[in-house]
């Protein structure tokens, strides 16, 4: 029997002020002579579409200094940038923006954040196959390490169509309103939940990893 590819788009937030990171762009970050972005770029790169519209980086804070940085980028890791006009509300409105930018033709939605320094390709296909997996009505994946929530978060087609949808319901709205379509995907893995929000963030990195870093510029 013929079975259709189901096709995966990306999503990737990056339109905070990184304040607590003393108002830096935190994507804009560079771990041993790459940026944070350029390396989950990189790690997404085999695993999304040709189209650009697959794979849709959210901008707001920062947007003219991280822009100017995708376009020295390699082609075939670009995503398509797209704005958010009100970066200073919470991520609902990014991820909003983001969904609306997609192709239209995805079947499911990965949604990473730009600042989690050790999220690689097998991370992201260990999501995606746990989410292949999933049982009947579930849709919505967050994993979840030692209790603690993180990315990427996964949707299916219905649930991106309502978020995208212009009665503005939010991720945490939706998954209120349907708890039973909704896995918590318990996973021993800590590069799902770790992200960099201040200096001290890094230095902790640094010594865990023994990687050099810079700040943006």
Not at 86 to 104: N, Q, V
Not at 185 to 204: C, F, G, Q
Request: charged share 25%.
């Amino acid at each position: 029997m013929f079975r259709r590819t189901v096709k995966t788009g990306f999503v990737i937030l990056a339109a905070g002020a990184g304040r607590r990171m003393g108002g830096v762009a935190k994507c804009l970050l560079q771990l041993e002579g790459r940026t944070l972005l350029e390396r989950l770029l990189t790690q997404l790169q085999p695993l999304r579409g040709r189209a650009r519209h697959d794979l849709v980086l959210v901008l707001g804070h920062h947007a003219a200094d991280i822009q100017a940085h995708v376009a020295q980028l390699p082609d075939s890791i670009a995503p398509l940038c797209v704005i958010n006009p009100r970066p200073e509300d919470d991520t609902a409105s990014s991820l909003r923006a983001g969904l609306r930018a997609l192709a239209h033709d995805v079947d499911q939605v990965v949604v990473l954040l730009a600042d989690q320094p050790l999220i690689d390709e097998a991370d992201v296909r260990a999501a995606l196959e746990a989410f292949a997996q999933r049982a009947d009505g579930v849709r919505v994946q967050v994993p979840m390490v030692r209790g603690q929530p993180g990315h990427p978060v996964l949707l299916d087609a219905r649930v991106r169509e309502a978020l995208a949808a212009p009665l503005l319901t939010t991720l945490r709205q939706w998954r209120a309103a349907h708890p039973d379509a909704v896995r918590l995907w318990a996973v021993d893995n800590p590069h799902y939940t770790r992200d960099l929000d201040t200096p001290a963030d890094l230095d902790a990195l640094a010594r865990e990893t023994r990687w050099s870093w810079r700040w943006p510029g």
